[in-house]
């Protein structure tokens, strides 16, 4: 199988280990990968602003870029969740006809990450191996947005060595929500706080999640606070393996 | 923090944005406190009920597409309900915004010559700024969630209860 991978700018820029732990897992289950250097944003930042142009851009770009890719994978349930229930409204304003079709052809085309393994690939055995506490965070775009269900966990279930710890109020919001945080600065602070308190009495070693947004809001608390906790996201412990432990950790 | 700030202005045209209109409310530490025993307490009794069923997903989902429904078609049923309101012996009035819903209520109540009111809490009501109209008319208005409990004691208590023009 093919697949064209849309990494995102919020991996791309923040977090690099998670796009090189999608290609060794990917890679690892035969799947072989394309990537369109020209890939930028969904625009999902510029929509929930207000910047109606600038998002437009990004979402014909992203039409554009992968129109005639087979499947398109996105390791972040927030950019999937923009696409899906985003893009629809933008291309309806934009009033292109074409440009729409297009879209709509290429829709059911586009897979989260764990969307991608179960459904498509129908693997929850990666052969990873991740000997730790890991405690997992369900984004709300995923749980929301998604509804990816127990798809996340099927998969963290066949990881061998490693201890699950569930977490307390899973659907509750970390209060990132992107510009969210920036705006209302005090109140997503206040919602991290609390979410904090359930993540750390969970005692893990790793809070997980399949959207690197949270985990950079929850690992900046953790690592304020000098927590004895990390943050990882799910591609990395699936890409984990005895012979090649997630980057940080060998 | 002056106790103006506790009761904040809820026209948007006068309100401050809210990321400081939150301020007083979230450093208060009771009032947090508060909301999270409430957040516990719903949340636990509704991870009960979901627990008690199989199917939740599917009537969450059902649930969703009756709303959705009932608002793609809002003109139709608020029509259907004056009818029915109407034939039951109700009065439904209509207005077109905040400014015409406050006159119908100070008409009503001017026409009762009342100098006070309980009235239900309700959503509408704070967006219309129903209170402190009503109390710059002279009308002293006091708040109650009793409807609740008045609607579980049955129609004869809520007609006892309640003067059916001010419902």
């Known amino acids: ?250 | 923090m002056s106790p103006a700030a506790y009761h904040p202005v809820l026209d948007p045209a006068l309100a401050p944005p809210f990321p400081k209109a939150v301020l007083p409310v979230l450093r208060n530490p009771q009032l947090r406190k508060n909301v999270a025993h409430a957040i516990d307490v719903i949340q636990a009794k509704r991870g009960k009920l979901v627990a008690e069923k199989t199917d939740w997903q599917e009537l969450r989902a059902a649930g969703a597409a009756i709303r959705d429904h009932a608002l793609e078609n809002l003109g139709f049923y608020l029509e259907q309900f004056e009818e029915r309101c109407t034939a039951a012996g109700g009065v439904v009035h209509w207005a077109s915004d905040a400014a015409e819903a406050r006159q119908i209520i100070l008409k009503l109540l001017r026409e009762e010559n009342a100098s006070e009111v309980i009235k239900i809490k309700t959503m509408t009501s704070a967006e219309i700024q129903l209170n402190p109209f009503l109390e710059a008319a002279g009308v002293r208005t006091y708040e109650t969630d009793l409807r609740r409990s008045s609607c579980s004691l049955g129609k004869l208590s809520l007609r006892t209860l309640w003067c059916r023009r001010c419902m």
């Open chain 1, 1 to 250: 199988m093919r697949v064209s991978l849309f990494i995102t700018c919020y991996n791309d820029t923040l977090f690099p280990e998670t796009g090189r732990a999608v290609v060794k897992l990917l890679e690892r289950l035969g799947v072989e990968i394309d990537f369109h250097p020209q890939q930028t944003c969904c625009g999902q930042m510029h929509a929930n602003t207000g910047f109606r142009a600038e998002a437009f851009s990004q979402a014909k770009r992203f039409v554009r870029l992968y129109q005639e890719t087979e499947t398109v994978v996105i390791p972040s349930s927030s950019c999937v969740a923009m696409i899906r229930d985003q893009y629809p409204g933008l291309f309806e304003e934009l009033g292109n006809e074409d440009l729409r079709k297009q879209f709509a052809a290429l829709l059911p085309r586009v897979y989260e990450l764990s969307e991608f393994l179960v459904d498509r690939l129908k693997v929850e055995d990666v052969g990873a191996y991740f000997p730790h506490r890991v405690t997992y965070h369900a984004s709300c775009h995923g749980l929301r947005a998604l509804h990816l269900g127990d798809r996340p966990w099927r998969l963290m279930d066949k990881v061998r060595g490693m201890e699950q710890v569930a977490l307390a109020n899973l659907d509750r919001c970390c209060g990132f929500g992107g510009t969210f945080s920036v705006k209302n600065a005090e109140v997503s602070s206040a919602m991290l706080a609390v979410k904090l308190q359930d993540v750390m009495a969970t005692g893990a070693e790793f809070c997980t999640a399949l959207d690197n947004s949270c985990l950079m809001h929850l690992g900046g608390a953790m690592h304020r606070q000098y927590a004895g906790m990390k943050t990882i996201h799910l591609a990395e412990i699936l890409a984990s393996t005895e012979s090649s432990p997630a980057e940080g950790l060998a």
